[in-house]
Nanobody, 116 residues
Framework: QVQLVESGGGLVQPGGSLRLSCAAS????????MGWYRQAPGKQRELIAT???????SYVDSVKGRFTISGDNAKSTVYLQMNSLKPEDTAVYYC??????????WGQGTQVTVSS
């Protein structure tokens, strides 16, 4: 059974850092584009970072220069290093394939709250 499990979220002050992890069981990442998505209260889920099988990455402008996506194919794990966090980064964070038509069942996500 394919399962995505996100972890690493929490409460952090503005300017702080967190490192999110997403572990996949039942399937590997090697041949797909993997992405981190987030959903803030009252907003649609948005794709914020992607990494392809060759290691090329892309980011939305709002996180560019602050967030870094990386992965370990041997561990079927994708990471999101988040630095210089802002209150507007508060959201539930998910990982999944990109584009969404290839999406796996969604995990439970991990809550990130940026607040003083």
């Amino acid at each position: 059974q394919v399962q995505l499990v996100e972890s690493g979220g929490g409460l952090v002050q503005p300017g702080g850092s967190l490192r999110l992890s997403c572990a996949a069981s039942g399937i590997g990442f090697s041949f797909y584009v993997m992405g981190w998505y987030r959903q803030a209260p009252g907003k649609q889920r948005e794709l914020i970072a992607t990494m392809d099988s060759g290691g090329s990455t892309s980011y939305v402008d709002s996180v560019k220069g602050r967030f870094t996506i990386s992965g370990d194919n041997a561990k079927s794990t994708v990471y999101l290093q988040m630095n210089s966090l802002k209150p507007e980064d508060t959201a539930v964070y998910y990982c999944n394939r990109s584009p969404l038509r290839l999406a796996l069942p969604w995990g439970q996500g991990t809550q990130v709250t940026v607040s003083s």
